[in-house]
């Protein structure tokens, strides 16, 4: 095994976030020159037809010279979802109770009727 890979699977210091299918891994890792910088990792759960299951992997690698402005457009983002939204989850797959608006249909009398249309004749065409 490659020293690279050795010092990838090096661990300083690690957190972790389970949300449903979905878990969070937050890792420290050094680098060659022996500096920190920190791994995020999304890993998603699939569950096949016959029962048997796979995951899927994200990774994003995040260096300290990028921090803080990470660090401010997340803030941003974060803020701007819940000042908009709030923190209610508002999905059909996380809210058993969740119920989709659906648009009214149109009643009779607002339907247009046969007079509102041009009248064409087969033989005319």
């Known amino acids: 095994m490659r020293e690279n890979d050795m010092l990838e699977k090096e661990e300083i210091f690690s957190k972790v976030l389970r949300a449903g299918r979905r878990t969070y891994f937050f890792d420290v890792r050094a680098t060659k020159a022996d500096d920190y910088y920190i791994t995020i990792t999304e890993s998603k759960k ?14 994003i690698y995040l260096y300290k010279e990028d921090f803080t402005a990470f660090s401010e457009i997340l803030e941003d983002m974060t803020s ?36 509102s249309f041009t009248n064409i004749e087969f033989d005319d065409i």
């Open 80 to 115: 701007y979802v819940l000042n908009h939204k709030g923190e209610e989850v508002i999905s059909e797959r996380h809210q058993k109770d969740f119920k989709k608006e659906y648009p009214v249909e149109k009643e009779e009398e607002d339907l247009p009727t046969t007079s």
């Open 46 to 59: 699939f569950t096949e037809e016959d029962g048997s299951f796979h995951f899927k992997k994200h990774k």
